[in-house]
């Protein structure tokens, strides 16, 4: 049996719980909870679990037992469980009410094919019900789960080394960083004859990350303990002051959640110079600043919706000020279809922190995989395959020779004649002023949006002086 057999007998014990009114993304935190357990068996690690909380307490025990147990051991490991336990663990409780259904999912994951899903990797196992989990559109869950063929292809052209600190601001389940943890791994022939305290430095450091949704948070430090890391994924939110702890950083993976602040307010943090609401360009303000700026080779790729290549005021300002202190040297203008929401164009931005904080950037390439592709989705799904022309052009010893229609460049000084505008390096065709291509209704608002903050802004400092002036006659 086959990972995919076996992530699909994993997804099909969901059906069980139908009558509790589970959603699908309960049912994979409840799974989570059970599978810890019985990977830790499968493991020989559960040393980690009080003896009377381990695998066997749960298979040998049936009905209302079961049931009282299993509530008692979510409470006890969630209070009393200490490092990773108490992290998976961490304000844990069932929505599973019918002790028959528990006792279901018991004995269903007990008589897996555990000898081969060992063989296969648990974590790729895992991995595979988070992604099922995604593409269900009832579960919710696509906005924290970037496909897996984009995110090879990013952290491969980032191209992350042994000593490196990696970080994901906006971890979801940690795909960026077990992806890099793997990519460094396999070219390093699995650490034969590395450093022991480099290994440790691989397991322990190398890879880290910040959630705000615990449930995702849960998720996350599963998958990351699954595939043979210890990394630290804090819970809160980057754009506090949680994301100043996150400094001097080598290589940041990324693709920060899409749309505007809960209620439009601008983020806790103090260090952020331009304090828009909108939530991307706040993103992308902190990491480019939590870049290390001493080395010379700190580097990020960054997947961002449209609206932070073209809106005005605060936008226009923060484009600049990368623009500046990094070497914002490529664009790749990403298809549609390929993330949760079908409407929302996005793009990754490469770009290297300078050890200075100016000029860095004289030049940015942009790749069009939007114009004339194909529309991405369940029925034509992506696939490494079809960066191939991109990375390429990325690559490439001297870009300019690269003949390629969707490979352009625009100078720095065109791009500040038109306001930092980076909405560019579209191919002009007819197809561009189709239905589907006008302006983005939601972008507009959000630029509309902006623009209003900015003037009330204004608005308010002007009050603010005249009633010192009152005061001071």
């Given at each position: 049996?086959?990972?995919?057999?076996?992530?699909?007998?994993?997804?099909?014990?969901?059906?069980?719980?139908?009558?509790?009114?589970?959603?699908?993304?309960?049912?994979?935190?409840?799974?989570?909870?059970?599978?810890?357990?019985?990977?830790?068996?499968?493991?020989?690690?559960?040393?980690?679990?009080?003896?009377?909380?381990?695998?066997?307490?749960?298979?040998?025990?049936?009905?209302?037992?079961?049931?009282?147990?299993?509530?008692?051991?979510?409470?006890?490991?969630?209070?009393?469980?200490?490092?990773?336990?108490?992290?998976?663990?961490?304000?844990?409780?069932?929505?599973?009410?019918?002790?028959?259904?528990?006792?279901?999912?018991?004995?269903?994951?007990?008589a897996l094919d555990w000898y081969s899903a060992r063989h296969e990797g648990l974590g790729d196992l895992y991995e595979g019900l988070l992604e099922k989990n995604a593409n269900e559109k009832k579960s919710g869950a696509g906005q924290y789960f970037t496909p897996r063929?984009?995110?090879?292809?990013?952290?491969?052209?980032?191209?992350?080394?042994?000593?490196?600190?990696?970080?994901?601001?906006?971890?979801?389940?940690?795909?960026?960083?077990?992806?890099?943890?793997?990519?460094?791994?396999?070219?390093?022939?699995?650490?034969?004859?590395?450093?022991?305290?480099?290994?440790?430095?691989?397991?322990?450091?190398?890879?880290?990350?910040?959630?705000?949704?615990?449930?995702?948070?849960?998720?996350?430090?599963?998958?990351?303990?699954?595939?043979?890391?210890?990394?630290?994924?804090?819970?809160?939110?980057?754009?506090?002051?949680?994301?100043?702890?996150?400094?001097?950083?080598?290589?940041?993976?990324?693709?920060?959640?899409?749309?505007?602040?809960?209620?439009?307010?601008?983020?806790?943090?103090?260090?952020?110079?331009?304090?828009?609401?909108?939530?991307?360009?706040?993103?992308?303000?902190?990491?480019?600043?939590?870049?290390?700026?001493?080395?010379?080779?700190?580097?990020?790729?960054?997947?961002?919706?449209?609206?932070?290549?073209?809106?005005?005021?605060?936008?226009?300002?923060?484009?600049?000020?990368?623009?500046?202190?990094?070497?914002?040297?490529?664009?790749l203008r990403l298809p549609t279809g390929i993330f949760y929401a079908q409407g929302v164009k996005t793009n990754v931005l490469f770009f290297d922190r300078g050890i200075t904080d100016e000029g860095n950037t004289k030049e940015v390439w942009f790749y069009d995989m939007?114009?004339?592709?194909?529309?991405?989705?369940?029925?034509?799904?992506?696939?490494?395959?079809?960066?191939?022309?991109?990375?390429?052009?990325?690559?490439?010893?001297?870009?300019?020779?690269?003949?390629?229609?969707?490979?352009?460049?625009?100078?720095?000084?065109?791009?500040?004649?038109?306001?930092?505008?980076?909405?560019?390096?579209?191919?002009?065709?007819?197809?561009?002023?189709?239905?589907?291509?006008?302006?983005?209704?939601?972008?507009?608002?959000?630029?509309?949006?902006?623009?209003?903050?900015?003037?009330?802004?204004?608005?308010?400092?002007?009050?603010?002086?005249?009633?010192?002036?009152?005061?001071?006659?």
């Amino acid at each position: 049996m086959n990972t995919q057999e076996i992530v699909q007998k994993l997804w099909n014990l969901c059906n069980v719980l139908r009558d509790d009114g589970i959603t699908y993304h309960q049912y994979v935190t409840e799974l989570t909870y059970i599978l810890f357990l019985k990977m830790l068996d499968e493991t020989g690690n559960d040393e980690q679990l009080p003896e009377e909380y381990r695998w066997n307490s749960l298979s040998s025990k049936h009905g209302m037992e079961l049931y009282t147990h299993y509530r008692t051991l979510l409470n006890d490991l969630g209070n009393k469980g200490k490092g990773l336990v108490g992290a998976i663990y961490a304000n844990a409780s069932t929505n599973i009410t019918t002790p028959a259904n528990l006792e279901k999912i018991i004995k269903s994951i007990d008589a897996l094919d555990w000898y081969s899903a060992r063989h296969e990797g648990l974590g790729d196992l895992y991995e595979g019900l988070l992604e099922k989990n995604a593409n269900e559109k009832k579960s919710g869950a696509g906005q924290y789960f970037t496909p897996r063929p984009l995110i090879n292809v990013m952290v491969k052209l980032m191209d992350p080394k042994v000593g490196e600190k990696c970080n994901d601001p906006a971890a979801g389940t940690f795909g960026f960083m077990i992806a890099a943890a793997q990519y460094v791994k396999a070219k390093n022939n699995d650490y034969y004859g590395l450093e022991p305290s480099k290994v440790e430095f691989q397991i322990n450091e190398a890879f880290t990350g910040c959630e705000l949704v615990p449930e995702t948070q849960r998720l996350a430090l599963m998958n990351a303990m699954l595939h043979g890391l210890k990394s630290e994924i804090l819970l809160g939110d980057s754009l506090s002051s949680l994301g100043q702890q996150m400094k001097n950083m080598d290589v940041i993976l990324t693709n920060p959640p899409f749309g505007t602040k809960k209620g439009g307010e601008r983020p806790t943090r103090d260090d952020l110079p331009f304090a828009t609401s909108n939530k991307q360009l706040n993103f992308l303000q902190h990491i480019y600043r939590a870049l290390n700026p001493r080395t010379g080779t700190a580097r990020a790729a960054v997947v961002l919706p449209d609206n932070v290549l073209v809106q005005g005021g605060d936008g226009q300002r923060i484009r600049a000020d990368i623009m500046e202190k990094c070497n914002l040297h490529t664009i790749l203008r990403l298809p549609t279809g390929i993330f949760y929401a079908q409407g929302v164009k996005t793009n990754v931005l490469f770009f290297d922190r300078g050890i200075t904080d100016e000029g860095n950037t004289k030049e940015v390439w942009f790749y069009d995989m939007r114009t004339n592709m194909d529309s991405f989705g369940k029925r034509n799904q992506l696939n490494e395959e079809h960066f191939d022309l991109f990375v390429q052009a990325y690559k490439a010893e001297d870009r300019t020779k690269i003949d390629d229609e969707r490979w352009t460049v625009v100078s720095r000084e065109q791009i500040r004649d038109k306001n930092y505008n980076l909405n560019l390096g579209l191919i002009a065709d007819d197809s561009l002023i189709s239905d589907d291509n006008l302006p983005d209704p939601i972008e507009i608002g959000e630029e509309v949006v902006a623009q209003l903050e900015e003037a009330v802004d204004l608005i308010m400092s002007v009050v603010k002086e005249l009633k010192s002036l009152e005061v001071s006659h």
